[in-house]
């Protein structure tokens, strides 16, 4: 009913900047979804990144990122962005967006393919 498409992944040099986008699409979706991103690394359990709430009203940020990413959103084009910057061989995951409960960090079952983000140190 949605269906979430990640893009924007890539290889960056620590210290370096990347923009993910995830376009969400399908009957049930409206701009009323929180939405947010999430990251699993390899080895670890996935985790919430950020969250924005509908309407863009509210936004959280986990700590191992604040000052360092920015969650937005665009609903005349459905479109989620995480703008990331001073990026660190920490921050190499499969990054993940989806909707969230009212919390900002739970995870509905829309998950996309994801899109790899490796920082190379």
């Known amino acids: 009913q949605v269906q979430m498409v990640e893009s924007g992944g890539g290889l960056v040099q620590t210290g370096g900047s990347l923009t993910l986008s995830c376009v969400a699409s399908?009957?049930?979706?409206?701009?009323?979804?929180?939405m947010g991103w999430f990251r699993e690394a390899p080895g670890k359990e996935r985790e919430i990144v950020a969250g924005?709430?509908?309407?863009?009203?509210?936004?959280y940020v986990a700590d191992a990122v604040k000052g360092r990413f920015t969650i937005s959103r665009d609903d005349s084009k459905n479109t989620v962005t995480l703008h990331m910057s001073n990026l660190k061989p920490e921050d190499t995951a499969v990054y993940y967006c989806?909707?969230?409960?009212?919390?900002?960090?739970?995870?509905?079952?829309?998950w996309g393919q994801g899109t790899q983000v490796t920082v190379s140190s």
């Open positions: 989806n909707a969230l409960r009212s919390d900002l960090r739970t995870g509905l079952d829309y």
């Open positions: 399908g009957r049930t979706y409206t701009s009323r979804h929180h």
């Open positions: 924005i709430a509908w309407g863009a009203t509210s936004t």
